[in-house]
């Protein structure tokens, strides 16, 4: 349990970072989906760049409230998703906070989660299974499970949520995120893969 995996320069919290954008056409249906989202009619690409001139610091001022869930079916590295994320919102800031959204979706829309800290994050580092939060295959998708989903989210304060899943997962993830900047949310909805059969790879 003490390997620790490698990670990019610029999330190095020790250096200075400057933020690469770009934006990417996409086709007419999928602007109409996300109309909040992709308002500027392109799809937004972030590269995070070293630069020690011109960048800025990750360390905040603020601690960060972070909730995260696993989503589908098992795959390997679940536990160090959540790992590297509780890590990096700590070296941010000390007193940041993250709750884990217990069995999947569900969690996030009956408000069923538990606070992480350094002593159950250290009992799973590196190891496998999802048995930590553990998983599930809801889908929130009902008018009441977004609106219950808002609320939760809102009741913890939470600046962002990381939905770790393969494509269903991080689909889902996106129609939350549209619903939650549609109602002025402050939590920023993020999708991170994870997968067995490839379903996230494509042309790119």
Same mark, same amino acid.
């Not at 056409?25 to 999928?30: A, C, D, G």
């Not at 250290?122 to 809801?138: A, H, L, P, Q, V």
């Not at 989903?149 to 129609?175: E, F, H, Q, R, W």
């Given at each position: 349990q003490s390997f620790v995996p490698k990670f990019p320069p610029a999330l190095n919290i020790e250096k200075k970072v400057k933020i690469r954008k770009e934006d990417f056409p996409i086709k007419e249906e999928l602007k109409e989906m996300f109309g909040k989202l992709l308002s500027n009619g392109d799809m937004p690409f972030i590269e995070l760049n070293v630069d020690h001139n011109e960048g800025t610091s990750l360390k905040r001022q603020t601690p960060l409230k972070v909730g995260c869930v696993l989503s589908g079916g098992q795959a390997p590295g679940g536990h160090n998703v959540i790992s590297g994320l509780y890590d990096m /919102?700590? @070296?941010?800031?000390?007193? @940041?906070?993250?709750?884990?959204?217990?069995?999947?979706?569900?969690? *996030? /829309?009956?408000?069923?989660?538990?606070? *992480?800290?350094?002593?159950?994050?250290?009992?799973?580092?590196n190891m496998g299974g999802f048995d930590m939060i553990r998983s599930g295959r809801d889908k929130i998708e009902k008018p009441d499970q977004f609106e219950s989903s808002l609320k939760y989210c809102t009741n913890l304060d939470l600046d962002g949520l990381v939905v770790i899943g393969g494509d269903d997962s991080n689909t889902n993830a996106c129609l939350l995120a549209e619903y939650f900047a549609a109602h002025d949310s402050k939590c920023v909805v993020i999708g991170a893969p994870k997968t067995i059969d490839g379903d996230l790879k494509n042309e790119y």
């Amino acid at each position: 349990q003490s390997f620790v995996p490698k990670f990019p320069p610029a999330l190095n919290i020790e250096k200075k970072v400057k933020i690469r954008k770009e934006d990417f056409p996409i086709k007419e249906e999928l602007k109409e989906m996300f109309g909040k989202l992709l308002s500027n009619g392109d799809m937004p690409f972030i590269e995070l760049n070293v630069d020690h001139n011109e960048g800025t610091s990750l360390k905040r001022q603020t601690p960060l409230k972070v909730g995260c869930v696993l989503s589908g079916g098992q795959a390997p590295g679940g536990h160090n998703v959540i790992s590297g994320l509780y890590d990096m /919102i700590k @070296s941010m800031h000390p007193d @940041s906070i993250l709750y884990g959204f217990l069995q999947g979706p569900i969690g *996030i /829309i009956t408000g069923n989660f538990v606070e *992480i800290d350094d002593q159950f994050m250290n009992e799973y580092r590196n190891m496998g299974g999802f048995d930590m939060i553990r998983s599930g295959r809801d889908k929130i998708e009902k008018p009441d499970q977004f609106e219950s989903s808002l609320k939760y989210c809102t009741n913890l304060d939470l600046d962002g949520l990381v939905v770790i899943g393969g494509d269903d997962s991080n689909t889902n993830a996106c129609l939350l995120a549209e619903y939650f900047a549609a109602h002025d949310s402050k939590c920023v909805v993020i999708g991170a893969p994870k997968t067995i059969d490839g379903d996230l790879k494509n042309e790119y």
